[in-house]
């Protein structure tokens, strides 16, 4: 009896082994899954459209969110490690963009193959890279995903190929990807991105007409968040229907901050891009919070108003919260409990990437070129050699 009464008593005091919070969670009913009308996509040169409803199961919610949190926080400390002047150089945050990336990766396989610009963190996470090395990248430590020699703008992971710092230049690369996947008869596809700012590079036009050309398996994506730096779509382009640049290529555009929305758009791409009819333009509508860069306080060429109307009234973090608490997906005590793990796992990424040694300099020549022979490489004048090792 004594026992028995202990118990309750610890049970009744919260002093028992699990957390109240907990307890009430697993004894809470969720629904399974929920359906939601999405945002009817804009399309040029399509029969088909992608759908305008989408079904959301309560494991997919907790993973989108769990995911675009961890994004999001990620890119909050970059943002203070930067500050303190622990990560130096180049530095583009991905804030307010979440949706793209999470929506892109949850519409294609793991073998897929993506390829972007310099707005990269966001992307090298969803494609399986862990946060610590993301951030040991940024603070070139030797625990970096490129052994901090890459930076912010050159980070890669499997199927991921970065990462790329000239403005551009990596849609011919995602081109060159698709037609490897064409040519080895696979059944994968690139997704080939770049932003509103690089859209009238006249490469991109080039990589249009011979992927149509070639019917190759490649989604072209422009990520339009309305400003290209400091200029305003308005005021750089001509036309600013993204999606239909491609002229001769189908396009369609989508509410990038919906993450089901961007989600059903890729399927519906992918899918007509794999049955073998060519390639396919998608223009994302998205935001970013910060500034083109960390040199930039991006209130110069926009109002401060401005980015607190779309944190209020389109941030894809809350409205993916907002969704999943409102349809029984999930309890707002159980996403504070995802947001708290993420702090956790974002703080322990932050000690490892400032507390990791930086590469010595002996590795400077190394992984030039891989599976090749050890060669020298000249340093600074022709008496210093180092040693590259692929």
């Known amino acids: ?50 759908p305008t409803t989408a079904v959301l199961t309560r494991e997919e919610g907790l993973k989108y969110y769990k995911i675009m949190q961890t994004v999001r926080r990620m890119e909050l400390k970059a943002d203070q490690l930067y500050k303190q002047k622990i990560i130096r150089g180049f530095c583009h945050l991905y804030d307010g963009q979440e949706a793209c990336c999470v929506g892109l990766e949850a519409g294609i396989n793991p073998t897929d193959h993506v390829i972007t610009a310099y707005r990269a963190h966001g992307f090298t996470y969803t494609r399986g890279l862990p946060v610590r090395e993301i951030l040991a990248e940024l603070t070139g430590r030797r625990g970096g995903c490129a052994k901090g020699k890459g930076g912010s703008m050159h980070m890669y992971a499997k199927n991921f190929y970065g990462g790329n710092g000239i403005v551009g230049a990596q ?17 994968e596809i690139c ?3 770049y932003g509103d700012g690089a859209a009238n590079q006249g490469q991109i036009f080039e990589t249009y007409n011979m992927a149509a050309l070639w019917k ?3 989604i072209f994506i422009c990520e339009n968040n309305r400003y290209g730096m400091g200029t305003s779509v308005e005021r750089a382009a001509a036309s600013t229907d993204y999606y239909k640049r491609g002229d001769f290529i189908p396009g369609i555009r989508v509410d990038g901050m919906d993450v ?26 998205t935001y ?25 009234k389109s941030d894809p973090i809350m409205l993916l919260k907002d969704r999943m608490v409102n349809n029984n ?7 504070k409990e995802i947001d708290v793990e993420v702090r956790k796992e974002i703080e322990d990424a932050a000690q490892f990437a400032t507390a990791d040694p930086e590469p010595p300099l002996e590795e400077l020549g190394n992984h030039i070129y891989c599976r090749e022979p050890p060669f020298e490489v000249r340093g600074a004048n022709q008496w210093i050699k180092y040693k590259s090792v692929s």
Do not use: W
């Not at 957390?19 to 040029?44: E, M, T």
């Open 329 to 335: 997906l999930a309890s707002i005590e159980e996403l």
């Open 191 to 193: 997704l080939t991105l």
């Open 1 to 50: 009896m004594r026992k028995m009464l202990a118990v309750v008593s610890r049970v009744l005091t919260g002093a028992s082994q699990k957390p109240a919070g907990r307890v009430l969670l697993a004894a809470r009913n969720f629904a399974n899954d929920a359906s939601f009308d999405i945002k009817k996509c804009d399309v040029h040169r399509l029969e088909d459209e992608p």
């Open 216 to 218: 190759l398996p490649c």
């Open 171 to 187: 849609v011919p690369l995602g081109a060159g990807i698709a037609l490897a996947c064409k040519y080895n008869e696979k059944d």
């Open 288 to 312: 970013r919070y910060h500034g083109h860069s960390m040199s930039d306080p991006g209130v110069s060429y926009r109002t401060r108003e401005e980015i607190q109307e779309v944190r209020s």
């Open 260 to 285: 089901l929305c961007v989600r059903e758009a890729t399927k519906f791409a992918a899918a007509y891009c794999r049955s073998g009819k060519g390639p396919m333009l998608m223009e994302l509508q």
